[in-house]
């Protein structure tokens, strides 16, 4: 599985921007689809995870986003995006998708993980 993250940029404080990540993969559907951040000199912290739960998807979100991010899939473009609104200077950081290709309750911890993509940098200016 390859993942190609883009959409990163420079935006101002209170700036909407939306993240894709695109996969490769036949059966991306099945796939625990994640996004998670790093910023310099920190650890990587899980944003924003949708993985399949019976004939749906159930959506999870850190605490420090909820409300104001929003994941979601197109699996005809075998593509998840996160639409990020009202970006704070401390969202800064490189945000890399990732994906999971077995079946785990788990959806926060990067080594449950097993694709990643290489990252796109988001910076908020205040």
């Known amino acids: 599985v390859q993942l190609q993250a883009s959409g990163g940029g420079l935006v101002q404080a209170g700036d909407p921007l939306t993240l894709s990540c695109a996969a490769s993969?036949?059966?991306?559907?099945?796939?625990?689809m994640a996004w998670f951040r790093q910023a310099p000199g920190k650890e990587r912290d899980f944003v924003a995870a949708?993985?399949?739960?019976?004939?749906?998807?159930?959506?999870y979100y850190a605490d420090s986003v909820k409300g104001r991010f929003t994941v979601s899939r197109d699996n005809a473009k075998t593509t998840v995006y996160l639409q990020m609104n009202s970006l704070k200077a401390e969202d800064t950081a490189v945000y890399y998708c990732?994906?999971?290709?077995?079946?785990?309750?788990?959806?926060?911890?990067?080594?449950?993980?097993?694709?990643w993509g290489q990252g796109t940098q988001v910076t908020v200016s205040s």
């Open positions: 949708i993985r399949p739960v019976g004939a749906t998807y159930s959506t």
């Open positions: 990732a994906a999971r290709t077995y079946w785990s309750v788990a959806y926060s911890d990067t080594s449950t993980y097993n694709y």
């Open positions: 993969g036949r059966t991306f559907s099945s796939y625990a």
